[in-house]
């Protein structure tokens, strides 16, 4: 059982940035691919980022592509998202998620964390 804990959400103007963090329980955190998730209300969850176990892997969403870093610290056993150039449109739930085997870019993940809010202001 792997427990995950988002942190790092917040208010933040257009053209901001934010570090969103997720911590795992556990001590095989790095047998996990990781993936990040938004979803707002009403609607699907949707990828917008995935790294390999390794952490040598990574996948962005278009819509993010070139704005946010994915990364991995296998010791500390956490998973970062940093977000930069933030837009209105970036305004979301921001869940982490752990996954068994290689990344995906599906909801086909085996555990997820309770989610963080990011508000972008215009």
């Known amino acids: 059982q792997v427990q995950l804990v988002e942190s790092g959400g917040g208010l933040v103007e257009a053209g901001g940035s934010l570090r969103l963090s997720c911590v795992a329980s556990?001590?095989?955190?790095?047998?996990?691919?990781m993936g990040w998730f938004r979803q707002a209300p009403g609607k699907e969850r949707d990828f917008v980022a995935g790294?390999?176990?390794?952490?040598?892997?990574?996948y962005y969403a278009d819509s993010v592509k070139g704005r946010f870093t994915i990364y991995k610290d296998n010791a500390k056993n956490t998973v970062y998202l940093q977000m930069n150039s933030l837009k209105p449109e970036d305004t979301d739930k921001y869940y982490c998620?752990?996954?068994?085997?290689?990344?995906?870019?599906?909801?086909?993940?085996?555990?997820w964390g309770q989610g963080t809010q990011v508000t972008v202001s215009s």
């Open positions: 998620a752990a996954r068994q085997g290689g990344l995906a870019t599906t909801n086909e993940y085996d555990y």
């Open positions: 556990g001590r095989t955190f790095s047998r996990y691919a």
């Open positions: 790294i390999t176990r390794s952490g040598s892997g990574t």
